[in-house]
């Protein structure tokens, strides 16, 4: 069983992918949560945790872990320095520490609008540190996955997905559908090196991984 180490757990999407991961034979979740008051969510699921802030030093998070993903995010409707803190600074702490710790493989979640972030009014600055994190991470020399889904739901998950660089205004996607997007890419082979834009469509979400 291999380690996997979740940031950003404790969130709509982190709490849907460590369940799924939970469920796996291949993997053992470890949820990483800001408060002591979120471990009884993720405890009673049996899940381990680790406490670990990305504004702080949470190096430890990452000792006997194997593969990291990173799923926080600040959302695009915080303040410009909590997005600054979290969504870049945060997310370039956590690959220099999964670099300095010899991880495997380190799967993000980036968005959708990421390479032309002065395109998407309102949501620059939140696109220019998701960007400056896919950058950092590009170069880290790491064995990588870079997800980058349309606006996300909380419909039920489809399991069918569209590749895509031009979405339109109504595409998006069920955020279970991302959640298992994520787990698919832990496995070595799948989305190696890789950065990736969809959002719901007609083709297998698991086959689609797989052939890019």
């Known amino acids: 069983m291999e380690k996997v180490l979740i940031i950003g757990a404790n969130g709509n999407t ?15 979740p470890v949820a990483m949560l800001r408060k002591e008051s979120q471990k009884d969510l993720f405890e009673k699921k049996e899940i381990k ?11 430890s998070c990452l000792d006997g872990v194997d593969k990291v993903i990173f799923a926080a995010g600040s959302g695009g409707h915080t303040g410009d ?25 380190f799967v993000i979640l980036s968005s959708m609008g990421t390479d032309t972030p002065e395109k998407v009014p309102g949501l620059e600055t939140y696109l220019k540190a998701k960007k400056a994190a896919d950058e950092h ?16 739901n909380n419909e039920k998950g489809t399991s069918k997905i569209k590749l895509t660089d031009q979405p339109s205004q109504s595409d998006s996607i069920p955020r279970e559908d991302v959640a298992h997007a994520l787990a698919y890419c832990l496995d070595d082979k799948n989305a190696k090196n890789k950065i990736f834009n969809f959002v719901s469509g007609s083709q297998d979400l698991l086959k689609t991984i797989e052939n890019l």
């Open 14 to 28: 982190g709490r849907i992918l460590s369940e799924i991961i939970s469920k796996s034979d291949h993997y053992e």
């Open 49 to 59: 945790t680790c406490l670990g802030d990305l504004e702080q030093d949470f190096k």
């Open 81 to 105: 320095d909590k997005t600054e803190a979290v969504d870049k600074k945060g997310a370039i702490k956590a690959i220099d520490y999964a670099k300095a710790h010899k991880i495997k493989k």
């Open 137 to 152: 991470l590009k170069s880290s020399g790491l064995t990588y996955s870079i997800l980058r889904p349309g606006a996300l």
